[in-house]
T-cell receptor
C-alpha cells in the first residue's frame, strides 16, 4: 500500500531534550516536506527536499533540522525543543511535475514540549 | 503579505446544496500550482483537487471543481450536492517553483482554512 509513515504519533518531551520525528515513504517520490499545523494558522512549511542531499528552507525553519540521505526517508530533528514548538506535525511526499504533484500526507505527529 | 488568503473562517450549507469556498493567492511566478485539501475531525489530510497555472480549463474531480480566475488570482472550490460527510476543515494551497533547483515544485503555502459544516 502506498503510504507516508510518520513516527511517533504522539510525543511529550521536555525543553532542550533532542528529538527526531521519522518520516518514510514507499512511493519513490522525489519531493518530501515537513509542515506544522497550529490552530488558526493553517499549515506552514518547515523544510522541503527535492531529492537526496537536496534540502531547502520553507516558511518556518528556525529551530528545526532535516536530512535526506536516502530517497525514502526525511527525518525532522529538533536539537533543543522549546514550548513554542508544541504543534501537530505532518510529513508529505510527492512526485515532481505534471499531475503527479498531489501531496501524500502522513498521519501526523502531535508534539508537546513542556 | 499572505500568499494564500481564505476569508471565510466558517461556512454552513444544507445537505444537497452547492457551496463555494473562497481562496485568493499572491505570486509573481508564471508557473505555479493550486490545491485544495480536506481535513476531517480525525486529522488526516485528504487531497481533493489540483489546478496548474497553465491549465486553461477548470479542474474537476467528481463533486469538486476549482473555479480558476487567473487575472483575479482566485481559486475557489465548489462542492456540488453537499453531503454530511463533507463537514471538515478545507485548506487552499499554492506551490511555487524552485528555479535555483530547476524544479517546478518548490515552496508550498497553505491558507488558514475554512471550517465547513453541512446540516441535514
Amino acid at each position: 500500500e502506498a503510504q507516508v509513515t510518520q513516527n511517533p504519533r504522539y510525543l511529550i518531551t521536555v525543553t532542550g531534550k533532542k528529538l527526531t520525528v521519522t518520516c518514510s515513504q514507499n512511493m519513490n517520490h522525489e519531493y518530501m516536506s515537513w509542515y506544522r499545523q497550529d490552530p488558526g494558522l493553517g499549515l506552514r512549511q518547515i523544510y522541503y527536499s527535492m531529492n537526496v542531499e537536496v534540502t531547502d528552507k520553507g516558511d518556518v525553519p528556525e529551530g528545526y533540522k532535516v536530512s535526506r540521505k536516502e530517497k525514502r526517508n526525511f527525518p525532522l530533528i529538533l536539537e533543543s525543543p522549546s514550548p513554542n514548538q508544541t504543534s501537530l506535525y505532518f510529513c508529505a511526499s510527492s512526485l515532481v511535475g505534471g499531475t503527479g504533484e498531489k501531496l501524500f500526507f502522513g498521519s501526523g505527529t502531535q508534539l508537546s514540549v513542556l | 503579505a499572505q500568499k494564500i488568503t481564505q476569508t471565510q473562517p466558517g461556512m454552513f450549507v444544507q445537505e444537497k446544496e452547492a457551496v463555494t469556498l473562497d481562496c485568493t493567492y499572491d505570486t509573481s511566478d508564471q508557473s505555479y500550482g493550486l490545491f485544495w485539501y480536506k481535513q476531517p475531525s480525525s486529522g488526516e489530510m485528504i487531497f481533493l483537487i489540483y489546478q496548474g497555472s497553465y491549465d486553461e480549463q477548470n479542474a474537476t474531480e467528481g463533486r469538486y471543481s476549482l473555479n480558476f480566475q487567473k487575472a483575479r488570482k482566485s481559486a475557489n472550490l465548489v462542492i456540488s450536492a453537499s453531503q454530511l460527510g463533507d463537514s471538515a476543515m478545507y485548506f487552499c494551497a499554492m506551490r511555487e517553483p524552485s528555479p535555483d533547483r530547476g524544479s517546478t515544485l518548490g515552496r508550498l503555502y497553505f491558507g488558514r482554512g475554512t471550517q465547513l459544516t453541512v446540516w441535514p
